[in-house]
C-alpha cells in the first residue's frame, strides 16, 4: 500500500472514502475535481450531516449515498493512529432502496474485510451520530474531559443529554425516526465501550486545530431553524466553542 499527495497521482478510484475534516470538505472535492467521474462513487465518513451535499454540489454529482462510521481513533505521531474501537461503515441511500452503487460498495467492503452495514434507513443512524458528537465532542471538549469523566459529573452529564435529545427532537421534526427513548442505552454503551476516549474535538483543541463545531452543534442549530425546534444548549454549546476555537485566536 503506498500514498499520494495528489490524487492524480493515484489509480482511478471506483470508490473514495471522504475523511477529513468537515471545515475541508470544499478543499477536498477541488483536489478531487481531475479523478472524479459520473461513476465514481463517493462516501463521506465526516462529522456532521452537510458533507454529502457540499460535496456533489462542488463535484457536479447526482446526490450521494449518506454512509457514517463510529470509531475510536487517535493521532498519536505524524502518520500514526492508535485504534481504540469499533469502525463499521455504515451507509445507504437517502431514499432507502439497494441500488447498483450500493451493491458495489457492500461487495468492495466486503472483499476488503471491512465491517459495514447497508441501511435502508441510514439517516436514523448518521442523525444519532450528530446527537453523540452534538453532546459528547462539544462538552468534553469544553470540560477538557474523556467520556466516562464528562459521564461521571451530573452536571456535564445534563448537558450531554440535553444536546442530544435536542438534537434528536430535529431529527424527529425532519421526520427522521430515530429512537428517541435511547439516551441511557447510548450513554451506558459509551461508558462501556469508550471510557477513557478523547473526542476528536478535544483531541483537536489540545493540538491548537482548528475544531468542528460549526459541522456538528451548528448544523443542529441550522437544522432546527428551518424545522422551528428550539435547540438552546447547541446553540450555548455553539457559541463557547466558536469562542475557544484556536482557530478564532489567529
Same mark, same amino acid.
Not at 475534516?21 to 461513476?39: E, F, G, I, N
Not at 463535484?59 to 450521494?64: E, F, I, N
Not at 450528530?130 to 462539544?138: P, V
Given at each position: 500500500?503506498? /500514498?499520494? #499527495?495528489?490524487?492524480?497521482?493515484?489509480? +482511478?478510484?471506483?470508490?473514495? =472514502?471522504?475523511? &477529513?475534516?468537515?471545515?475541508?470538505?470544499?478543499?477536498?472535492?477541488?483536489?478531487? %475535481?481531475?479523478?472524479?467521474?459520473?461513476?465514481?462513487?463517493?462516501?463521506?465518513?465526516?462529522?456532521?450531516? @452537510?458533507?454529502?451535499?457540499?460535496?456533489?454540489? @462542488?463535484? !457536479?454529482?447526482?446526490?450521494?449515498?449518506?454512509?457514517?462510521?463510529?470509531?475510536?481513533?487517535?493521532? &498519536?505521531?505524524?502518520?500514526?493512529?492508535?485504534?481504540?474501537? #469499533?469502525?463499521?461503515?455504515?451507509? !445507504?441511500?437517502?431514499?432507502?432502496?439497494?441500488?447498483?452503487?450500493?451493491? +458495489?460498495? /457492500? /461487495?468492495?467492503?466486503?472483499?476488503?474485510?471491512?465491517?459495514?452495514?447497508?441501511?435502508?434507513?441510514?439517516?436514523?443512524?448518521?442523525? @444519532?451520530?450528530?446527537?453523540?458528537?452534538?453532546?459528547?465532542?462539544?462538552?468534553?471538549?469544553?470540560?477538557?474531559?474523556?467520556?466516562?469523566?464528562?459521564?461521571?459529573?451530573?452536571?456535564? $452529564?445534563?448537558?450531554?443529554?440535553?444536546?442530544?435529545?435536542?438534537?434528536?427532537?430535529?431529527?424527529?421534526?425532519?421526520?427522521?425516526?430515530? %429512537?428517541?427513548?435511547?439516551?441511557? /442505552?447510548?450513554?451506558?454503551?459509551? &461508558?462501556?465501550?469508550?471510557?477513557?476516549?478523547?473526542?476528536?474535538?478535544?483531541?483537536?483543541? #489540545? $493540538?491548537? $486545530?482548528? =475544531?468542528?463545531?460549526?459541522?456538528?452543534?451548528?448544523?443542529?442549530? #441550522?437544522?432546527?431553524?428551518?424545522?422551528?425546534?428550539?435547540?438552546?444548549?447547541?446553540?450555548?454549546? =455553539?457559541?463557547?466553542?466558536?469562542?475557544?476555537?484556536?482557530?478564532?485566536? +489567529?
Amino acid at each position: 500500500m503506498s /500514498a499520494v #499527495r495528489d490524487p492524480v497521482d493515484a489509480p +482511478r478510484p471506483e470508490l473514495v =472514502l471522504v475523511c &477529513v475534516k468537515s471545515y475541508d470538505t470544499a478543499a477536498a472535492a477541488a483536489a478531487l %475535481r481531475p479523478v472524479v467521474t459520473a461513476d465514481t462513487i463517493l462516501l463521506s465518513l465526516q462529522n456532521g450531516i @452537510e458533507n454529502e451535499d457540499i460535496l456533489a454540489r @462542488e463535484l !457536479g454529482l447526482a446526490p450521494l449515498m449518506v454512509a457514517c462510521t463510529r470509531i475510536g481513533v487517535a493521532l &498519536v505521531a505524524p502518520a500514526t493512529i492508535e485504534y481504540s474501537g #469499533r469502525g463499521t461503515i455504515v451507509f !445507504g441511500e437517502v431514499d432507502g432502496l439497494e441500488t447498483p452503487r450500493a451493491r +458495489r460498495v /457492500a /461487495a468492495m467492503l466486503a472483499a476488503a474485510g471491512v465491517p459495514y452495514e447497508l441501511r435502508s434507513d441510514v439517516l436514523v443512524p448518521a442523525w @444519532e451520530k450528530l446527537a453523540w458528537n452534538a453532546g459528547f465532542n462539544a462538552v468534553t471538549t469544553l470540560t477538557a474531559a474523556t467520556v466516562a469523566e464528562v459521564l461521571a459529573e451530573p452536571a456535564s $452529564r445534563d448537558l450531554v443529554v440535553a444536546a442530544m435529545e435536542e438534537t434528536d427532537a430535529v431529527a424527529t421534526a425532519l421526520g427522521i425516526p430515530v %429512537r428517541r427513548l435511547r439516551t441511557e /442505552a447510548v450513554l451506558a454503551d459509551s &461508558v462501556a465501550g469508550l471510557p477513557d476516549f478523547e473526542t476528536s474535538m478535544l483531541q483537536d483543541y #489540545r $493540538r491548537g $486545530r482548528r =475544531l468542528e463545531h460549526d459541522a456538528i452543534n451548528g448544523a443542529v442549530v #441550522r437544522a432546527a431553524a428551518r424545522v422551528g425546534v428550539p435547540v438552546p444548549v447547541n446553540q450555548v454549546l =455553539l457559541a463557547l466553542l466558536a469562542r475557544i476555537d484556536p482557530a478564532s485566536r +489567529r
